[in-house]
């Protein structure tokens, strides 16, 4: 079983969500930005895969890009309404939120970047295969450990939860991460830079408060 276009397209505003801090410094132009670079992406992962003869894969990459397409407008609001009311009807109060995992996956959100941004430094093809080849594994680690930190985070059933769930199947067993990494594409290296960006914004209001 592996992710429905919708679920993908929403994990985009459950990262967001799940870091609290960058629901107020997410603004809708790096909104459009997040959207329109993962749009791109997903197409080259429709083509690269269609490229080595996978079509199921190709199709999922392509619907998802399509979905990613149509949140550039109005499609937006209806996943929004989705992804907030789960959260504020299970995690409204705060309470019931694991914050020690949240700052972990803004942690790891920042180590994660800083692997995959190596990646973006490589010149040619061959270099950027012979990076996968030895750096793949921690890529792939560190997204296993963000994921169960989500989980731990939305424990309860609903939208995020599902999403979540939904995600890591894609990542882990669908080959998402791994295609991300063969292509290297600036697409790529904008998307770590805002998730960079949103996990150390977190990061430095987090220590700002503990001081």
Known sequence: MFLPPRAT????????????E???????????????????LLTRVSNLR?????????????LIAEKLERWQGVGFWGAAWSVGWDYVWNYTWGSDLDYAEIFGVASDL?????????LTRSNSDMERASW????????????????????????????????????????LEGGLLRDCMELGSNDLKGL??????????YSTSNHSQEL
């Open 9 to 20: 397209v929403m994990f985009f505003i459950l990262l967001a969500v799940t870091i609290p």
């Open 192 to 201: 770590i830079q805002i998730f960079k960006d949103l996990a150390s914004q």
């Open 50 to 62: 269609s490229a080595r003869g996978d079509a199921d894969g190709s199709n999922r990459a392509r």
């Open 132 to 171: 996968v080849a030895g750096n793949y594994r921690n890529a792939l680690a560190i997204s296993k450990r963000i994921f169960n930190r989500l989980l731990k985070v939305f424990k309860k059933s609903g939208a995020l939860r599902e999403i979540t769930e939904t995600m890591q199947r894609e990542v």
């Open 110 to 118: 920042n180590q994660l970047g800083r692997v995959l941004g190596e």
């Open 22 to 40: 960058a629901v107020d410094s997410l603004s809708y132009s790096q909104y459009k930005t997040l959207v329109s670079l993962s749009q791109s």
